[in-house]
């Protein structure tokens, strides 16, 4: 697992500044707040969280603050480290396999990955939630990690207990656990 400590948030935090501390910020307002899923509802980068509470039927800040933090501390139980995993991958003991599900385009995927891993589609998902034991490890992975957070989010809301995201995705494993995977800057990543 990884150990970042939570960043310090004030009521005059840019949301830009705080999606940037918190990769899971996002998911976060939405779930509890119902904040930034359409345009009804969305923030502006600029916006502090003291002006998006007050525009957002007055929210007290602290509530919002002490969501987030908690949010992030949560999150961090649903990543593993790249040298975790790669000792989970290395390892000789009687552990059951891992599932390692790249996030990627079909692009990315074929032109580095982390071995033995498979690419996700529609059809990986449907056999993943019928057939996977629940228990299993399944680690997911992206470019850096912010789509694989909320993919593992998903996969716990749907039973999974032993899922996790690569922390970092791909670009950290290649620099801190298999250095002979080459890394590569996406032009417009999400």
């Not at 007290?60 to 501390?73: K, N």
């Not at 790669?86 to 059951?96: H, V």
Request: charged share 20%.
């Amino acid at each position: 697992m990884t150990a970042t400590s939570a960043p310090t948030l004030t009521p005059d935090l840019t949301i830009a500044a705080v999606l940037a501390a918190l990769p899971g910020a996002r998911r976060a307002l939405f779930a509890r707040y119902h904040i930034g899923g359409c345009s009804s509802c969305a923030f502006q980068p600029e916006e502090t969280l003291a002006q998006l509470c007050s525009r957002h039927e007055n929210i007290p800040v602290q509530e919002m603050i002490d969501h987030l933090l908690a949010s992030h501390e949560n999150d961090l139980q649903l990543q593993i480290s790249p040298s975790a995993l790669a000792a989970r991958l290395t390892s000789t003991d009687d552990a059951p396999p891992a599932h390692i599900v790249d996030l990627r385009t079909r692009e990315e995927h074929e032109a580095v990955a982390i071995p033995g891993s498979c690419l996700f589609s529609q059809e990986l998902q449907r056999e993943a939630f019928a057939s996977w034991d629940k228990n299993a490890l399944v680690v997911l992975y992206d470019h850096t990690g912010p789509r694989a957070l909320d993919a593992a989010a998903y996969f716990a809301g749907h039973g999974f207990t032993n899922v996790r995201a690569l922390a970092g995705g791909i670009d950290r494993y290649s620099l801190e656990a298999d250095p002979s995977l080459p890394r590569y800057q996406v032009e417009f990543e999400a």
